[in-house]
């Protein structure tokens, strides 16, 4: 987690491990990254993908708010492991319009105050996406 200082300077809270979804990452040019959260097994083109419970990320279009991410300058399989740092290291500072992220219930937040202590993440507090792997994959930047 970064923050500011009353001089404005960035500083690095410590982190607590938290269980996390697993996640399917998409960088381009148009949107740099997208992500959309699978079911926790290895997807295939079938999959039905569930919203990214992250803040920056634009509920089911799955759309990222780059911010102060430091974007890898290509796009290529040999990138995976820069895009992932890229978006995990960077400021999650908002929330991306009037979308709904979870179903817990105690909404957002409480989803992720819940995850202390826990070695795996609920998918039951998952949104559905609205599409499959290979639907999100085939249309880019088009949503």
Request: contains cysteine; glycine residues 12%; hydrophobic residues 30%.
């Amino acid at each position: 987690m970064l923050w500011k200082d009353a001089d404005g300077r960035s500083a690095e809270a410590q982190r607590p491990r938290l269980p996390a979804p697993g996640a399917c990452l998409q960088g381009g040019r148009q949107r740099p990254l997208r992500a959309g959260v699978g079911n926790g097994c290895a997807p295939d083109p079938d999959t039905r993908l569930k919203t990214a419970p992250y803040w920056n990320t634009d509920g089911p279009r799955g759309h990222v708010c780059p911010g102060t991410m430091r974007l890898p300058e290509s796009a290529d399989v040999a990138s995976i492991p820069q895009w992932e740092h890229c978006y995990f290291q960077s400021e999650f500072t908002h929330a991306s319009g009037a979308v709904r992220l979870t179903n817990h219930p105690e909404g957002f937040i409480g989803l992720w105050k819940s995850l202390a202590g826990r070695k795996s993440f609920p998918g039951r507090y998952l949104t559905d996406a609205g599409e499959t792997l290979q639907e999100f994959v085939a249309r880019g930047d088009e949503r």
